[in-house]
């Protein structure tokens, strides 16, 4: 089962931020949070993950509040071709000898219109 | 670039048939995926590979079996093809020796069993 909850779709105007929730609050300690994206008719495509502390990577940025049960994914600048499903993930990370598949539930369908 | 390859992006076969789904990476990963993603499902896991000659069911192992006899190579096997296995297949790879746990999928195949 996915361990994490959001919401079935969003929508963003192009040029503003697109703010992605997730909540997992039955995470623990060890686990990342992950997030992918799937755009139409293509795999699934890693963009970031963090354990604690927020990330940002030339894609998108991070936020985990600090109790760990809920994260934000920020894209700053929406484009049309943001246009996709993400999917928020956690488990183990794999140095941390966590070696469970992903599990991906439904994911956020967000859309970016012009 | 990394590169994870499936055979065929598009496949027909009949009902009772034996189907074959290949899929090579070229990263030395040492972990394999089948997924397959259906609407209003999301992806689900089907078997995946930690090592040659290994294997572990996923959620929906029912009606397929899966063969690594090379550490590249994944391969789906569907013995006896079902209309309800009508779907898009997405292999993918990944490593433990980074702590991304970054899933490199492949662009999927499309099957449809008639």
């Known amino acids: 089962d996915a361990k994490t909850t959001q919401p079935t779709s969003m929508d963003c105007a192009e040029g503003r931020a697109a703010n992605l929730p997730c909540n997992h609050s039955?995470?623990?300690?060890?686990?990342?949070v992950y997030w992918y994206r799937q755009i139409h008719s293509q795999g699934p495509q890693y963009i970031i993950h963090g354990l604690k502390n927020n990330e940002t990577n030339e894609m998108a940025s991070l936020i985990i509040t600090e109790d760990r049960k809920s994260s934000t994914l920020i894209l700053p600048h929406a484009t049309l071709r943001d246009t996709a499903v993400y999917y928020c993930?956690?488990?183990?990370?794999?140095?941390?000898?966590?070696?469970?598949?992903?599990?991906f539930g439904k994911g956020t369908r967000l859309s970016v219109i012009a | 670039d990394v590169k994870v390859t499936q055979s065929s992006r598009y496949l027909v076969k009949r009902t009772g048939e034996k189907v074959f789904l290949e899929c090579v990476q070229d990263?030395?990963?040492?972990?394999m995926f089948w997924y397959r993603q259906d609407p209003g499902l999301g992806l689900r896991l089907i078997y995946f590979s930690y090592d040659v000659k290994m294997k572990e069911k996923g959620d929906i192992p029912e009606g397929y079996s899966v063969s690594r006899e090379k550490k590249e190579r994944f391969s789906l096997i569907l013995e006896s093809a079902s209309t309800n296995q009508t779907s898009m297949y997405l292999c993918a790879s990944s490593t433990d020796a980074e702590n991304t746990g970054e899933l490199f999928f492949g662009e999927g195949s499309r099957l449809t069993v008639l």
């Open positions: 990263m030395d990963h040492e972990n």
């Open positions: 993930i956690v488990r183990v990370g794999p140095l941390l000898g966590g070696n469970t598949p992903l599990v």
């Open positions: 039955t995470i623990s300690g060890n686990e990342y």
